[in-house]
């Protein structure tokens, strides 16, 4: 029996404990509970902490001005040489850009000028896509023996086109011959009229 009085002092002691905790949670609660007094919310604060900081940046900054003098008016000229020399490179490159222009635009003139009847873009785009073509067809071996099984009609198709321009060409001389021809018959003789 002799535990028992100090488990009774221990229960006492643990609800007192218990009692005091819970009236600290209470006031607490009731502090939580309990409208904030009208005053600065923490996002003021935090700017007000900002601006607070910059001001004295600012301050430090113009102190240090102040101070040095020397530094700041070369600081000055520097910032001024460099907007010069970037002025000036902007104004060198906008000239040689008009410049290139101007001769890519007169070439371009030369070009089209000496351009032969299948314009040079034209050439280059049926070269590619005969290229592409060509390509196409050695990779696979049945396009491969289609081209060639085609090949001959095609050459065919060509001589015959070659041979009718011919045709074309030598009846447009033989035409042309005869209306000189015709034109001289008409024209008297002014050796005759003498």
């Known amino acids: 029996m002799k535990h028992s009085p100090s488990l009774e002092e221990e229960r006492q002691a643990l609800l007192a404990q218990i009692q005091s905790s819970r009236a600290v949670y209470r006031r ?34 113009m102190q240090w001005a102040k101070a040095h003098p020397a530094l700041v008016a070369a600081g000055a000229a520097g910032l001024v040489a460099v907007l010069m020399l970037a002025r000036r ?5 906008t ?36 290229a592409g073509l060509a390509q196409g067809v050695l990779r696979n071996p049945a396009r491969l023996r289609l081209a060639a099984r085609a090949m001959p009609v095609v050459m065919g198709y ?7 321009a011919a045709a074309r060409k030598a009846e447009a001389r033989h035409n042309a011959q005869m209306a000189r021809n015709r034109q001289r018959g008409s024209m008297p003789d002014s050796r005759s009229s003498y």
């Open 95 to 130: 000239a040689s850009r008009a410049q290139v222009r101007d001769v890519v635009q007169t070439r371009g003139n030369q070009l089209l000028n000496q351009q032969s009847a299948v314009p040079r873009v034209a050439r280059g785009v049926l070269v590619s896509s005969l």
């Open 89 to 93: 490179r902007t104004t060198r490159r």
């Open 28 to 61: 607490m609660l009731a502090e939580a509970d309990a409208p904030e007094p009208a005053g600065p919310s923490a996002a003021s604060r935090r700017g007000n902490a900002i601006a607070a900081t910059v001001t004295d940046r600012a301050e430090s900054a």
């Open 158 to 164: 060509v001589r015959r086109w070659r041979s009718n």
